[in-house]
């Protein structure tokens, strides 16, 4: 069997091209056999990670610690089956209906981004679905709701008939 | 002419030559597979096992997650520590929002965690498709044994 030496600085004889170069691939073979079964007990296939969230602080804290100032009105997104609204205080700000089977989360996110801009807390937002709102659909909000820029994420519910309590 | 055709048990001459099977395809699957499982490498690994009763929603957030006190959520009932804690359908649509076998597992939880420096924030494992009156009613609970700040475990996008 001829060999092809690469340290040779002479030219490979035409007649060595024809003939047929064994490579020993055992060693190779040996090395993948031993690393795939590692590298398939240490893979993570799906990935977890975490969205921290908080109750809203006059949940929490009613009033604060002594303090007789009002909470600061927050941006709120109010999820409901047929649409979700952006909600400052008790004004309504944006109503969007829900296509199909989800929401319109461009839109959403268009319309955070412009109401954001002229918003005292920048960084705080609160996220109220209804009852009956399925959990996939609040956790893509409060993405959307990261993505616009909002740092801190509150949770809470929203009620079906708002007046009702007063 | 018979029926059977003998065969012969004498050795075939190819037998004695060397044996080559062709190895660069499967060098070539192995080297694609290498890729692949170097690509999906973690050192740390799963610090938090998600629970087998639940589908997680899917997210963007990239933040991982660290070890610490969790409830499951199904859609059939609360699960913390392999044991159900409550059924769904017996608190769903109660007057009080407090619901008590959770609030009692996570004062004791409380008390046993009062003692050591470990995080005491909760993550939420909740299905997908669980309505929020469920979380709604478990975040109240977890707000009122003294536990206000939350995690949602979710699978990255």
Known sequence: MKTLSLSSKTFVPSDAMDAEIDIDVKPMMNVLVILIPFLVSVSEYTRLAIIDMSLPPNITSVGGQGSSEKPKVKLTVVLAPQYCTIVLGENILDSIARKSDDYSYDTLSTLLAKRRAALEIKDEVIVAPRDGIHFKYVVHVMDVCKKVGFEKINLASATENPNAGQ | ?157
């Open chain 2, 1 to 157: 002419m018979p029926l059977f055709k003998k065969k012969s048990l004498a050795p075939v001459d190819h037998f004695g030559d060397t044996f080559k099977p062709q190895m660069t395809s499967l060098i070539d699957i192995l080297t694609l597979l290498l890729v692949f499982l170097i690509q999906s490498f973690s050192a740390e690994g799963n610090l938090v096992t998600p629970s087998a009763d639940l589908q997680l929603p899917l997210s963007s957030s990239k933040k991982p997650p660290k070890p610490s006190l969790m409830l499951e959520l199904t859609n059939t009932g609360i699960i913390a520590d392999g044991h159900q804690l409550a059924d769904n359908k017996t608190f769903a649509a109660a007057g009080d929002l407090t619901v008590k076998n959770v609030y009692n597992w996570l004062i004791a939880q409380k008390t046993r965690l009062a003692s050591t420096d470990a995080d005491k924030k909760i993550i939420l494992q909740c299905d997908k498709d669980l309505e929020f009156n469920i979380v709604k009613r478990i975040m109240y609970t977890c707000s009122k044994a003294g536990f206000t700040d939350f995690s949602v475990l979710v699978i990255e996008e």
